[in-house]
């Protein structure tokens, strides 16, 4: 059974860092597969972020690009999120997902992070 | 690029059908089979209920049928139960510069 766990801070000052680290269990990502990150302000839609392949190539939302950073580390079977100049509406709760050909099929239960001084 | 618009609310009796339809372009809808819709309840993740337009994760019930037509995707609920009351979200690919885009969301009441 494949399980994803995303961990990280669940607080961070106005122009931070976001950084959230999601362990895979059950899979390799080396496999033939994306690793996403979507995320969901409280109470409002889901919003993709970007994906990672174990290669290292990465594919980002294009209203995030210049500040979102996904890599994978194969050593440690997982993959890791950092968002940088956060602000409030950067809020969130970020969702680890694997993704298939045209759908995330396996996710995280999701870690609340909170933009607040 | 904007998101896909799918109405904020729908509703029906147990027994029922309803369907929720999905509204994208011929850029993203229109132009791949890559759509799917989620199911997600208060304080859970989402969980993948239709992908490639109609395809079946093993372990859905199959009263949830997905499909497609131009621009705009649906998804049916037959023969609704209270336990289908939920959040449910459509997601469809863009392109290699957008990517992949989600709906608004649905919230759907079991009346």
């Known amino acids: 059974q494949v399980q994803l766990h995303e961990s990280g801070p669940g607080l961070v000052k106005p122009s931070g860092t976001l950084s959230l680290t999601c362990a895979v269990s059950g899979d390799s990502i080396s496999s033939v597969t994306w690793w996403s990150w979507i995320r969901q302000p409280p109470g409002k839609g889901l919003e993709w972020v970007g994906e990672v392949y174990h290669t290292g190539k990465t594919n980002y939302n294009p209203s995030l690009k210049s500040r979102v950073t996904i890599s994978a580390d194969m050593s440690k079977n997982q993959f890791s999120l950092s968002v940088n100049s956060v602000t409030a509406a950067d809020t969130a709760i970020y969702y680890c997902a694997r993704k298939g050909p045209g759908y995330l099929d396996v996710w995280g239960r999701g870690t609340l992070v909170t933009v607040s001084s | 690029q904007s998101a896909l618009t799918q109405p904020p609310s729908a509703s029906g009796s147990p027994g029922q059908s309803v369907t929720i339809s999905c509204t994208g372009t011929?850029?993203?809808?229109?132009?791949?089979?890559?759509v799917s819709w989620y199911q997600q309840f208060p304080a859970k993740a989402p969980k993948l209920i239709i992908y490639e337009v109609n395809k079946r994760p093993s372990g859905v019930p199959d009263r949830f049928s997905g499909s497609k037509s131009g621009n705009m995707a649906s998804l049916t609920v037959s023969g609704l139960q209270a336990e289908d009351e939920a959040d449910y979200y459509c997601s469809a690919f863009a392109g290699t510069n957008t990517f992949w885009l989600f709906g608004g969301g649905t919230k759907l009441t079991v009346l």
């Open positions: 011929s850029s993203d809808v229109g132009a791949y089979p890559y």
